[in-house]
Every structure is written in C-alpha cells, then in structure tokens.
C-alpha cells in the first residue's frame, strides 16, 4: 500500500516532557511536510524537507526540531511540551516542491496535561 | 506576504440544494495555483481540485471552481449537496515557494 504513514496514533503527555512523532511515506516523493491543526481547526505549516534537505521553516518555538534521516521518513520531537501545543500534527508528502497535490497522513493527535 | 482568506467557518445547507463555499486570497505574484482540499470527520485532509489556469472552470466529484485573478476568488460550488458532502474545506494557495497557504477552512453541514 502506498501512502503517509504516522505513529502514533494519539498521545498523552504531562508538561515538560519530550516526544517524537514518525511519518514515513511509500509515495516515492520528494517534499515532506508537517503542519498543526490546532483545535479551531487551523491548518498551519511548520517544517517542510525537499530530499533530507530543510526548506521551510516557519515560526515555530525551538523546542521543536524536525529530523529526516531519508526523503521517505520525515519525524517531529518536540524537547518540552507546554499546554499549547496540544493539537493534530499532520505529516504531508508531494511529488515535488511547487503546485503539487499533498497527500496527508492520518495525523497524530498529541494532549499535553 | 500571500493570504488566503474563507469568510465562512460554518455554512449549513439543506440536501439537494446548491452551495458556494468563498475563498479569496492576496498575492503580489502572478505565477499562482489554487487547491481545494477536503477533510471528512477523524480523515485526513485530500485534495478535491486543483487548478492554476485563469477562468477555466475545474471540476471533480460534483464540486466545481473557476479561478478568477481579475477579483483574487476561487470559490468551490456544487450544484445539488449531498449528506456525505458534509466535511471541513479548506482552500489553499501557491504562489511558486516553497509551501501552500491554507485558508482557516469552512465546515459545511448539509442537512436531510
């Protein structure tokens, strides 16, 4: 089956804490994204890769850090959670960079207490 | 810098009846493509249409949008809404970057 992938599914943390979250896609491209959805159901994105390579990079807290070991796998840790940062993460792949159809993945619900 | 605005957040309609969901967007650039993309309950969003030509109606699933530069719109309509139409739309914006800029989204409820 070809498509975006990500685990986990959902997550519950405490403030403070670190988590990672996995995406990986079987759709042979090139361009990975990761957006938050936040509860009003906003759609912004936050990192972008072009073959392991960082391109975009939008204004998001240091705490956290996009990691792509290849152009299929593109994860997201977060050092220290805060209570706004609960939300749906959304993993994201296009053919290209450009005016490419993204495919999304099932997102990753993250809750932090 | 590149906006994309949806007006409505929620737009509620009685089945079989026809639709128009707004999307209006700003841009300094010319070279510019425009996507409607669908998210049902608990599903990922997935894109619906998609068109960069001026004026040229694009159609898919029913859903219909003409991309219109001279008023910046590229409204998304449907003719006759179904149940299962009802979903979250969000309309987006490329203007040849890097990323695609999503409208707020607009939640379109049809009831029976």
């Known amino acids: 089956e070809t498509a975006v992938f990500q685990t986990p599914n959902y997550h519950v943390t405490q403030v403070g804490n670190e988590v990672s979250f996995n995406c990986k896609q079987t759709?042979?491209?090139?361009?990975m994204y990761w957006y938050k959805q936040d509860s009003k159901k906003l759609l912004k994105i936050m990192f972008s890769y072009n073959n392991k390579q960082l391109i975009v990079n939008e204004t998001v807290p240091r705490r956290f850090s996009p990691q792509s070991s290849d152009k299929a796998h593109l994860n997201l840790r977060i050092k220290s959670v805060e209570p706004e940062d609960s939300a749906v993460y959304l993993c994201?792949?296009?053919?290209?960079?450009?005016?490419?159809?993204?495919?999304f993945g099932p997102g990753t619900r993250l809750t932090v207490l | 810098g590149d906006s994309v605005t949806q007006t409505e957040g929620l737009v509620t309609v009685t089945e079989g009846l026809p639709v128009m969901l707004n999307c209006t967007y700003q841009?300094?650039?010319?070279?510019?493509?425009f996507f409607w993309y669908v998210q049902y309950l608990n599903e990922a969003p997935k894109l619906l249409l998609r068109?960069?030509?001026?004026?040229k109606r694009t159609e898919h699933q029913g859903f219909h949008a003409t991309l219109h530069k001279s008023s910046s719109s590229f409204h998304l309509q449907k003719s006759s809404v179904q149940l299962s139409d009802s979903a979250l739309y969000y309309c987006?914006?490329?203007?040849?970057?890097?990323?695609?800029?999503f409208g707020s989204g607009t939640r379109l409820l049809v009831s029976p």
């Open positions: 759709l042979g491209h090139d361009t």
């Open positions: 841009t300094a650039y010319s070279d510019v493509a």
């Open positions: 987006a914006l490329w203007t040849g970057g890097y990323k695609v800029v």
């Open positions: 068109s960069s030509t001026d004026n």
């Open positions: 994201a792949s296009s053919l290209g960079q450009g005016a490419y159809e993204q495919y």
